[in-house]
């Protein structure tokens, strides 16, 4: 396995040894640590001395289940902390079996022109984008399979990321060659667009196998994590029938689904909108649309799906419960067609679907649509890709937009919008936004939970087990993240411990290593550390990891809470020393 | 003054209400006559207790044991549409 480095500003490429303190890394633990090692933590987003880096996770590329992420690091443009956004598709797998454990992008050409790094089997070379460059998505999708052949993987941005707006997403193509798969949060696309490059083409023209130290391992740690996940009801069932948009009726029956810019907990039309809607509509219309689709190769969860036009003719892949909520009820939407079409625009565009609902809503709420009109929100959005001041604004993200705008009720933490799942509501998961190293970010794994904490010592008997387990539950993630799993695999791995120790099983027999499951809670913390001793050079203190003020004294209804989280609670999540302290009050 | 719980039911529960469209909300109202907790609830809705996964009651996620009275709302979900981190959802009980 090697490391590539390409300059923009030489445009030169090179194949590089993998540093020893690199050899055992993959996915978000390598683009972490390659952040952390070579990007000084102040620099300009989107100035020369930020990196962008590109890793398949570490099983990634074999035959491991549901094992396709590609991680995407850098210092974000919207949060200004690390970042690491990941996403399936096929380059991630191609880019292993490859042999190449990273893409480090650096620096800057002197001119504004876009280029393609094409990498096969023989190298890599930059290109001259020429006539790809400005393309939307989905025709530079085609055009390359025009030119490159069937099968090839795209890593690329759309106009917003050559554009640099703060809400860029990088594209991973899928298995039809859609656009739809994003390392969409945190503005990674801007980096890529201010690095001059459009795309990374990816050409397996040879077929090689990612190395595996020991195959005998390997397999019986997969054959346990593949029985997991087709055993378990979430994994088998749940998110395979309906996707993750499953969870529309589940929050909105918890009274935690955003509603309207976050102003309620309900919406009267998540029906209409929700995972069964998808699944029976589809059913209905035929044609290309399906359900239980895999977003890569080899995923035995099948999450994903395609919806199709009233006629059956394709109209956008996926339809995920973030992109379903953001587009949808976080705008008064309830028509699945409008969504579909809004989230069609975000991917040709280069945008994440989160950030641009929460976006929308907020221009909802500044009174440039009515909250539910479909039609101005498709037009607002078409703005941002044709470049005009105000599509400029929306392209910038939520935060950007509220200030535009005067509104004060913007639900962002970090600069980063919030996903779908109400912090006033599900007071955990609020927990997870105000503290994580992305910004409000729902994948971060869940952390100590105010129930579980209480302020000024007075510590429940119980607090050290349940600390000890919410800090594992965020190391997993990291630790999943760098494995190159979906996230969604963590659902069967914490609830079958067969399960966790075949994913551990995998790992070691790739590496050769001898982790145990506890290593994976050790590592995961090791290197979520790093991430925030980042930030904190960045300039991030405590007084970062806080929720919006609005959410403090506007109750959410139905439920007419507030977010009443006192920040020493917030702060504990951090305070490593926390087991210890119960220990000695207990 | 109202007498009765309002259930919503989804998945392949919906079959039980006059309206089961999946793009469409499918509840049923029941009499609320004594003391009831949801498990007698779901009992009498003919439904095998092992095939519920998430309930929640007023929006808190409960254990079957909660007791119902007249004006709740009642949400029951089929075992094929679990999807939720328990560890973000503590069961509330009574």
């Known amino acids: 396995m090697k490391l590539l480095r390409v300059c923009m500003k030489h445009r030169s490429v090179g194949f590089v040894d993998i540093p020893e303190k690199y050899r055992l890394l993959g996915g978000r633990a390598l683009t972490s640590s390659i952040i952390c090692d070579e ?18 996770g570490l099983v990634t590329g074999t035959v491991a289940p549901s094992s396709g992420r590609l991680s995407v690091g850098g210092k974000s443009p919207l949060t200004g902390t690390i970042k690491e956004s990941n996403a399936g598709g096929i380059p991630a797998q191609m880019l292993a079996r490859l042999g190449i454990k990273a893409i480090i992008v650096e620096d800057q050409p002197d001119d504004d022109e876009m280029y393609i790094l094409k990498i096969d089997a023989s190298g890599a070379e930059l290109l001259p984008a020429g006539d790809l460059a400005g ?23 759309g106009p917003a990321g050559e554009m640099k707006l703060l809400n860029a997403g990088i594209s991973c193509n899928d298995m039809e060659n859609g656009p739809g798969r994003y390392a969409g949060r945190g503005g990674l696309g801007a980096v890529m667009g201010s690095k001059g490059l459009k795309a990374i083409i990816v050409i397996e023209d040879e077929k090689r196998r990612v190395p595996i130290a020991n195959k005998e391992l390997f397999d019986k740690g997969r054959k346990k994590l593949t029985d997991a996940l087709t055993s378990h009801d979430v994994t088998s069932n749940a998110l395979t029938n309906y996707g ?4 529309i009726n589940i929050m909105n029956e918890a009274g935690g689904l955003p509603t309207r810019n976050f102003s309620a907990g309900r919406f009267e039309g998540a029906a209409k909108i929700s995972g069964e809607a998808i699944n029976e509509t589809t059913g209905k219309r035929g044609g290309v649309g ?56 975000c991917n040709d565009t280069g945008l994440d679907t989160i950030e641009a609902g929460c976006t929308l809503a907020v221009a909802m709420e500044a009174g440039l649509a009515e909250f539910g ?24 993200g939520t935060e950007f937009t509220a200030k535009a705008f005067g509104v004060t009720r913007c639900p962002t933490v970090k600069g980063q919008s919030m996903p779908a799942y109400e912090p006033r509501a599900v007071k955990g998961i609020g927990v997870t936004y105000a503290t994580t190293t992305m910004g409000a970010d729902h994948t971060a ?70 982790w145990t499951t506890d290593d994976v809670t050790r590592l995961g913390l090791e290197w979520l550390k790093r991430e925030r001793e980042f930030n904190e050079a960045a300039g991030f203190t405590k007084a970062d990891d806080r929720l ?39 | 003054m109202t007498h009765t719980l309002r259930v919503y039911l989804y998945g392949k529960f919906r079959s039980l209400a006059p309206v089961s469209d999946a793009t469409a909300e499918s509840y049923v109202d029941l009499e609320v006559t004594g003391p009831e907790d949801i498990r007698g609830v779901i009992r009498r809705l003919g439904i095998p207790e092992e095939e519920v996964s998430h309930i929640f009651l ?19 979900f089929p075992k094929d549409m679990a999807l939720l981190y328990r560890q973000y959802f503590p069961v509330e009980e009574d």
């Open chain 1, 244 to 247: 993750t948009a499953v969870l």
């Open chain 1, 548 to 586: 919006p003020e609005f959410m403090r004294y506007e109750e959410l209804p139905p439920h007419n809470t507030v977010w009443d989280v006192p920040d020493e609670i917030l702060d504990a999540v951090h305070d490593y020393e926390v087991e210890d302290k119960a220990e000695r009050a207990g």
């Open chain 1, 373 to 396: 009109d479909g039609q101005k929100a498709i037009e607002l959005l078409r703005e941002v890709g044709k470049g005009t001041p105000l599509g400029r604004i929306l392209g910038n």
């Open chain 1, 290 to 345: 399906k359900t239980g689709h895999p977003c890569h190769p080899g995923c035995v969860i099948r999450c994903s799906n395609v919806w199709a036009k009233p006629d059956g003719s394709y109209h956008v892949a996926p339809i995920e419960y973030e992109s379903d909520w953001a587009l949808g009820a976080n705008c008064g939407i309830d028509d699945l067609d409008v969504i579909a079409e809004l989230n069609y625009i």
């Open chain 1, 39 to 56: 990007v000084d933590p102040k620099c300009h987003p989107l100035g020369p001395n930020n990196k962008l880096v590109f890793a398949p």
């Open chain 1, 445 to 514: 794994g869940y952390t100590i939970a105010p129930e579980i904490l209480k302020v000024g010592g007075d510590v429940d008997p119980a607090t050290t087990e349940k600390a000890e387990l919410a800090r594992a539950f965020q190391a997993t993630t990291v630790f999943i993240d760098t494995a190159g799993y979906c996230l969604f695999i963590a659902f069967a791995i914490l609830d079958i411990p067969e399960g966790f120790e075949g994913m551990v099983e995998t790992v070691n027999g790739v590496l050769g290593t001898n």
């Open chain 2, 58 to 76: 007023n929006g808190q996620y409960s254990a079957a044991t909660r007791k119902v009275k007249a004006g709740d709302r009642l949400g029951i």
């Open chain 1, 135 to 157: 393309k939307g998505m989905y025709e530079f999708n085609s055009l390359v399979r025009d030119r490159y052949g069937k099968g090839t993987g795209i890593i690329a941005i």
